[in-house]
């Protein structure tokens, strides 16, 4: 019985041939893998979105930082003008009390 | 215990910021002003942009190097100048409605100049907390002109002693006491 | 294999190595039908077994450089597609096995002995699980010895004979039960 068995096992799985042109699409897809072609068409955009985000981004900081530069720049100059007109005006303060105070008739007008 | 630390610290450090916040001024919106002046300065350096400018001070630079060292301690500077083409084109309410801010307690009136000849007026005010100055507000109009300049944070009177010399500030006779 | 057709073979895999593709074809013309057959009856799909087979020559024609004889290539193949197979019916969800129907291409010459018998037979084997499934057509289809079985599946031989007595039981039960039944005149065992 097993024998028996053994041989019909041995009859029902005889090699069967797959479709006809297995041989030609497997050289095909050999072919498009060989030319470079390693992503699915569906994905190939993938690399082309990564180096534009790369690029944005670059130029994004570098105006990012241009901005900050030119703010500080701007923060500096109005630093100086404020400081320049906070001392024009002590000075015309000053010259106020000076004056007051030599005159002959000193009253408390300019101190206080 | 920790609540009662808590509660005790929690005014003090309120006040702190009341302080503080007193020490800069409310200035009116002067857009309109702006429209019709000749020349107009609009500066509001907070901290933060403080901080920017500060960066951008060169050291080697006898001017910058003066303003950092004012600068330090600083957390806000706010001036509004405006020049106009006549006398008195602007609403001297306006001006008046900030002087009146310095007349809440803590600021102290430091010199008030009037010139009845050529109509220039300057007030100096500060704000004192122990011995130490953490507000300046100056108003000074002139009859084409009015500047209004507001300084926060810990000035150092006697650092704006020493900048005889530069930006024009003369060396103070201060009183500290009014 | 005359010495003539060896020495063809090697020819073939020498110049595949070397970048021929005209050969390299030529080999997968040569052993297509084991790797399809093998392919085709672990997963008992033609579709799926077509895939799996271009996936296991695409697979070679990257590892050429490692393949040293015919003999080791065979090796390899087998190899490859039982590994494969049985890596894809693990992920598959456990579903009824759907028998492989007769419209399926047969072998080209008929084959001896009972064709029902061969046709319940295929579709018990397909109701194995994979690892046993793939020692029984190992055995039976490529007729590789347990220790040949052993060294392809990477398995203990001990492992291997142990699949082989439960999976050959398990098909005489089955086959032996249907069989009664039929005679005995009630419903045959379902398939």
């Known amino acids: 019985m097993s024998n028996d068995l053994e041989k019909e096992l041995r009859a029902a799985l005889r090699h069967v041939d797959p479709a006809p042109g297995f041989a030609s699409r497997v050289s095909a897809r050999i072919d498009s893998e060989r030319h470079g072609r390693w992503l699915p068409a569906r994905y190939r955009w993938i690399p082309a979105a990564l180096a534009a985000s790369v690029m944005l981004c670059l130029i994004a900081g570098y105006g990012w930082h241009w901005r900050r530069e030119q703010q500080g720049l701007e923060a500096r100059q109005q630093l100086l003008e404020a400081l320049r007109l906070t001392g024009e005006k002590l ?22 | 215990m920790l609540r009662l630390l808590f509660m005790t610290m929690l005014p003090l450090a309120a006040s702190a910021v009341v302080r503080a916040a007193d020490a800069q001024l409310m200035l009116p919106d002067f857009h309109a002003l702006e429209a019709k002046a000749n020349e107009s300065v609009n500066v509001t350096l907070d901290s933060s942009l403080l901080a920017m400018a500060a960066r951008f001070l060169d050291p080697n630079k006898p001017e910058d ?9 600083l957390t806000g500077i706010y001036v509004r100048s405006f020049t106009f083409d006549s006398d ?4 001297k309410e306006e001006v008046d409605g900030v002087r009146k801010q310095l007349s809440a307690p803590g600021w102290q009136r430091l010199v008030e100049v009037h010139s009845r000849k050529d109509h220039n007026d300057v007030d100096v005010y500060i704000r004192v907390d122990r011995n130490r100055a953490n507000g300046l507000a100056i108003i000074a109009s002139e009859p084409r002109q009015f500047t209004i300049v507001n300084i926060v944070g810990s000035i150092d009177l006697q650092r704006l002693h020493e900048l005889e010399g530069h930006f024009g500030i003369p060396q103070l006779k201060l009183d500290e006491k009014k | 294999m005359t010495d003539g057709d060896a020495c063809s073979v090697c020819d073939a895999l020498a110049r595949a190595r070397a970048g021929d593709t005209a050969a390299f074809a030529a080999l997968v013309r040569q052993h297509q039908r084991a790797v399809y057959s093998l392919a085709l009856r672990m997963l008992s799909d033609r579709h799926k077994a077509e ?9 070679l024609h990257r590892k050429l450089a490692t393949v040293q004889s015919d003999t080791h290539l065979r090796f390899w193949l ?17 579903h009824e096995l759907v028998p492989i129907t007769e419209d399926l291409p047969l072998a080209s010459e ?6 029902l018998l061969q046709r319940q037979l295929r579709v018990l084997i397909a109701q194995l699980p994979p690892a ?3 020692v029984v057509l190992l055995r039976y289809q490529e007729d590789l010895d347990p220790t040949e079985i052993a ?3 990477e398995m203990p031989i001990n492992t291997v004979k142990s699949h082989l007595k439960r999976s050959l039981e398990q098909l005489r039960e089955r086959i032996t039960g249907a069989a009664d039944a039929t005679a005995s005149g009630r419903d045959a065992t379902p398939l």
């Open chain 1, 91 to 112: 000075d015309v303060a000053y010259r106020g009390v000076q004056d007051v105070s030599k005159s002959p008739a000193s009253g408390n007008a300019g101190n206080t």
């Open chain 2, 65 to 73: 190097a003066a303003a950092r060292q004012v600068i330090a301690g």
């Open chain 2, 88 to 91: 008195f084109a602007y609403p």
């Open chain 3, 51 to 59: 895939d799996l087979a271009q996936e296991v020559f695409i697979r």
């Open chain 3, 78 to 94: 087998r190899q490859v597609t039982s590994r494969l197979a049985i890596d894809r019916l693990r992920r598959e969800p456990r």
């Open chain 3, 110 to 115: 008929p084959a001896p002995g009972d064709p």
């Open chain 3, 132 to 134: 046993a499934r793939a």
């Open chain 3, 151 to 153: 060294r392809t599946l």
